[in-house]
Nanobody
Framework: DVQVVESGGDLVQAGGSLRLSCAAS????????IGWFRQAPGKAREGVSC????????YYAESVRGRFTISADYAKSTVYLQMNSLKPEDTAVYYC??????????????????WGQGTQVTVSS
């Protein structure tokens, strides 16, 4: 069973940067896909970025492309989300989720089955 734990959320001023971490355990890291999602109060959950470990396929939502970068440290079984040029509209609880990739779909988006508890990111104007 895969477990993921997020960390790194904080209060930051607009234009600032944060790096979120998602530590995975319980399964071979190189067989996982990991996604970052966020949910702001009163809004639907949004897929922000994802990465598949077997081929390093990545994806970014239009709202964060060019500002956020997803990366993986295989030695630490950890995925990072580097967030630069933060905006107040990036304020949300950020979740990471993992899925074991049984069949490569050619994308990093899967029906993620293992979710973390979330980490709060607040961007002040």
């Amino acid at each position: 069973d895969v477990q993921v734990v997020e960390s790194g959320g904080d209060l930051v001023q607009a234009g600032g940067s944060l790096r979120l971490s998602c530590a995975a355990s319980g399964f071979a890291f190189d067989q996982l896909a990991i996604g970052w999602f966020r949910q702001a109060p009163g809004k639907a959950r949004e897929g922000v970025s994802c990465i598949s470990m077997n081929d390093y396929n990545t994806y970014y939502a239009e709202s964060v492309r060019g500002r956020f970068t997803i990366s993986a440290d295989y030695a630490k079984s950890t995925v990072y989300l580097q967030m630069n040029s933060l905006k107040p509209e990036d304020t949300a609880v950020y979740y990471c989720a993992a899925q074991i990739v049984a069949v490569d779909a050619g994308s990093c988006w899967y029906d993620f089955g293992s979710w973390g508890q979330g980490t709060q990111v607040t961007v002040s104007s």
